[in-house]
């Protein structure tokens, strides 16, 4: 049975910075392409950041280069999203999501697209207060 679970979010101040966790279980690991998403009120969701267990390959959307963290840990099943430097634009429910990584050759093909993930985690609230 697969499950993603998503934690971490709670209120911060602009400027301020959290620590988001995905914990998978029921795949391999390193099979898949983690990514995290976010939805904020009114609006499409959207892909944020993404990494491949399998080599670490990470994608990151624009707004948030420089600001926010992808890592991964193998001994725990967990991908982690550190934040720096949050912004009131970043509040929004973050979900985790899990594809197959999909491969062209040598190189993972990370979608950003939420269609393409079959498995989902509950979402975790980040809201940051200007």
């Known amino acids: 049975d697969v499950q993603l679970q998503a934690s971490g979010g709670g209120l911060v101040q602009a400027g301020g910075s959290l620590r988001l966790s995905c914990t998978v279980s029921g795949f391999t690991f390193d099979d898949y392409v983690i990514g995290w998403f976010r939805q904020a009120p009114g609006k499409e969701r959207e892909g944020v950041s993404f990494?491949?267990?399998?080599?670490?390959?990470?994608y990151y959307e624009d707004s948030v280069k420089g600001r926010l963290t992808i890592s991964s840990d193998s001994t725990v099943n967990t991908v982690y999203l550190q934040m720096h430097s949050l912004e009131p634009e970043d509040t929004a429910v973050y979900y985790c999501?899990?594809?197959?990584?999909?491969?062209?050759?040598?190189?993972?093909?990370?979608?950003?697209?939420?269609?393409?993930?079959?498995?989902w985690g509950q979402g975790t609230l980040v809201t940051v207060s200007s």
């Open positions: 990494i491949s267990n399998k080599d670490g390959t990470t």
């Open positions: 999501a899990a594809r197959r990584d999909h491969r062209l050759g040598a190189m993972v093909m990370i979608s950003v697209d939420p269609r393409e993930y079959g498995y």
